[in-house]
């Protein structure tokens, strides 16, 4: 089992940047694959970015591509959201998640085996 908090979360006006960390705690990182997805309100849960237990492959939600970059640190147990040229639309409470193994990454809700609680980031116009 892993523990997952995310932080890093807040107000930022459009153009802005935001990192998001998540840390974990538990069973051994390097064996889960990680992803980020995100909720706005009145919103289904949707998926923003993963990235393979060793880093090496990283994958994204077309409304993100270019200017959100997913990375891990396995010595420090956590994974990072680095968040560029936001806006309105990015809106939502972010969560990470874990999915157990070292075949896939986590892209969809049903593969995600772990969450966070969530940490919110609000772009102002």
């Known amino acids: 089992q892993v523990q997952l908090v995310e932080s890093g979360g807040g107000l930022v006006q459009a153009g802005g940047s935001l990192r998001l960390s998540c840390a974990a705690s538990?069973?051994?990182?390097?064996?889960?694959?990680m992803g980020w997805f995100r909720q706005a309100p009145g919103k289904e849960r949707e998926y923003v970015a993963a990235?393979?237990?060793?880093?090496?492959?990283?994958y994204y939600a077309d409304s993100v591509k270019g200017r959100f970059t997913i990375s891990r640190d396995n010595d420090k147990n956590t994974v990072y959201l680095q968040m560029n040229s936001l806006n309105p639309e990015d809106t939502a409470v972010y969560y990470c998640?874990?999915?157990?193994?070292?075949?896939?990454?986590?892209?969809?809700?049903?593969?995600?085996?772990?969450w966070g609680q969530g940490t919110q980031v609000t772009v102002s116009s």
């Open positions: 990235i393979s237990w060793s880093g090496g492959r990283t």
């Open positions: 998640a874990a999915q157990r193994g070292r075949v896939g990454v986590p892209t969809t809700i049903d593969e995600c085996d772990y």
């Open positions: 538990g069973r051994a990182f390097s064996w889960y694959a």
